[in-house]
């Protein structure tokens, strides 16, 4: 299956799905001003990528540095993708990044972790960068 | 004269202690525009990363909740799909806290409702205010509902003291709405 990028824009984070490798990457902003347009082909992508025979190990890197409320649910929707495929025996890890101190950031992977119970879901600090 | 009226509106705002301020149409455009302005301002005075990223959310879903139920919009497409939504944003400082107040007008029969939500989620403690945002996270979208619903919880959840709100009839069909969040 071909890889889905996408780079960043002001609004929405880069993507980086390898499906050869299973590799799986979000990282930056997420507000886009359409969602549904933002993350149908994103949806789209992994829902195919996860019903392929095979079974290859996938590694989710989620590394958002803000996301706003309506962005939440559609990474609810890719949580509820992943576990589902993980139940079914699918290897599955996702790791969350969040920068020290944000605490909200930090929470709001605890949510999301609260209802994996077969993604092997992992939080992780990394320095802040200055940045905001 | 000019000057004279301005200056008044303006000495009203520093009173406040409303250091930016927008009234008039707001459109996702806006929302980026004045987002970047925002944060460019917060981190060339030195504020710390969560804090400006916690305003800078509370902004969001505060100018996603004006374009999408303001009760007063213009909307149509050229080149591509417009909404512009009235309504009112200010930020400022007030005891050493950053605020941010929204205003717009909403249609009196959608006013008991998010009243009732306002009322609810005020009441609420911040981790009872986590709890709901993380069952809100689960349920799927209300009927008619554009946003994800979680936006107010959002607001409160990232504010460090209860929303304040308030409502002002305006006429048989309107009132205005303002909502208040402290950092």
Redesign the interface.
Known sequence: MESLKLPATGRTPEVDFDFAQGVLRLSGESYPDDVATFFGPIFAALRGFLAEPGGHPVRFDMELLYFNSSSAKALMNIFQMLETAARDGRSISVTWCYEENDESMQELGEDFAEDLHHVAFTLKQIPADGAS | MLAQQYAGIKRDLDEKGIIFSFSGYVS?GI??SLG?AL?EK??LEET???T???V??VF??QM?NIIRYSAEKVTGAREKPVELSAGMVTIGMEGGKVFIVCGNTVYNADVPRLRDRLEYLKGLDKDAI?TY??EQ??EA?EEGAR??N??L??IA??ASEPIEYDFLQMDEGKSFFCLKARI
């Open positions: 996702e929302l980026y970047e944060r917060m981190t710390d990363g969560p400006v990223r916690r800078f959310a969001v879903e996603q986590k945002y993380r996270l689960r979208p946003g994800a979680i936006g919880i959002e959840r990232r």
